[in-house]
């Protein structure tokens, strides 16, 4: 079983950046290669895939993302960061943070097995 646990949102003015983290919570057996993704979603609108980052480092973004956002993470910590920079109103979303297997596409939502609650990203012009 994997818990995730997402933190940091909040609310910016354009331009402005935010960190987003999210601390995972590992029992039992998991596979020890894994996707780890922040994803979001706008009310009426499908969740889409921001960035991932798999077990060994390899890291995918979405073109809307490529270059302002980052994301990394701390194995001690058992933490996924998300440190996103001149952010745009359109990046207003809530943010979830998941996990997947080493199988899956790195941004596709339904691929991923495992949610947080997700935090509230509001970003005004």
């Known amino acids: 079983q994997v818990q995730l646990v997402e933190s940091g949102g909040g609310s910016v003015q354009a331009g402005g950046s935010l960190r987003l983290s999210c601390t995972a919570s590992?029992?039992?057996?998991?596979?020890?290669?894994?996707?780890m993704g922040w994803f979001r979603q706008v009310p009426g609108k499908e969740r889409e895939g921001v960035a991932a980052?798999?077990?060994?480092?390899?890291?995918r973004y979405a073109d809307s993302v490529k270059g302002r956002f980052t994301i990394s993470q701390d194995n001690a910590k058992n933490t996924l960061y998300l440190q996103m920079n001149s952010l745009k109103p359109e990046d207003t979303a809530m943010y979830y943070c998941?996990?997947?297997?080493?199988?899956?596409?790195?941004?596709?939502?339904?691929?991923?097995?495992?949610w947080g609650q997700g935090t509230q990203v509001t970003v005004s012009s």
């Open positions: 998941a996990r997947g297997g080493s199988w899956v596409s790195p941004l596709a939502p339904r691929q991923f097995g495992y």
């Open positions: 590992v029992s039992g057996y998991t596979y020890s290669t894994y996707w």
């Open positions: 980052i798999h077990s060994d480092g390899a890291t």
